[in-house]
Nanobody, 119 residues
């Protein structure tokens, strides 16, 4: 089972940028698509975006489109979430996850990294 470790969260002000990282263990990282999710206080988990195994295809949720971007470095076994123009409503715990090999959902999750955006 792969291990995913997120980092890069913190307390920032509205308008700032952050880049989250998700480092994976194991040797098969490059075979899988990866996703980012978030859970805001008192809310359900929300899909943020995903990236294909090669990095050639990305999808960003409408709620963050134009401000967030996903990339990956397969040599470093790391996927990134670049967050720009942060808003207080972006405050959440952010999780990365690995897509299941059958394409049905996500089968491995990180522990999350907290992002707090002050107004």
């Amino acid at each position: 089972q792969v291990q995913l470790v997120e980092s890069g969260g913190g307390l920032v002000q509205a308008g700032d940028s952050l880049r989250l990282s998700c480092a994976a263990s194991g040797s098969t990282f490059s075979r899988y698509g990866m996703g980012w999710f978030r859970r805001a206080p008192g809310k359900e988990r929300e899909f943020v975006g995903r990236i294909s195994w090669s990095g050639g295809l990305t999808y960003i949720a409408d709620s963050v489109k134009g401000r967030f971007a996903i990339s990956r470095d397969n040599a470093k076994k790391t996927v990134y979430l670049q967050m720009n123009s942060l808003k207080p409503e972006d405050t959440a715990v952010y999780y990365c996850a690995r897509e299941a090999s059958d394409g049905r959902g996500y089968d491995s999750w990180g522990q999350g990294t907290r992002v707090t955006v002050s107004s």
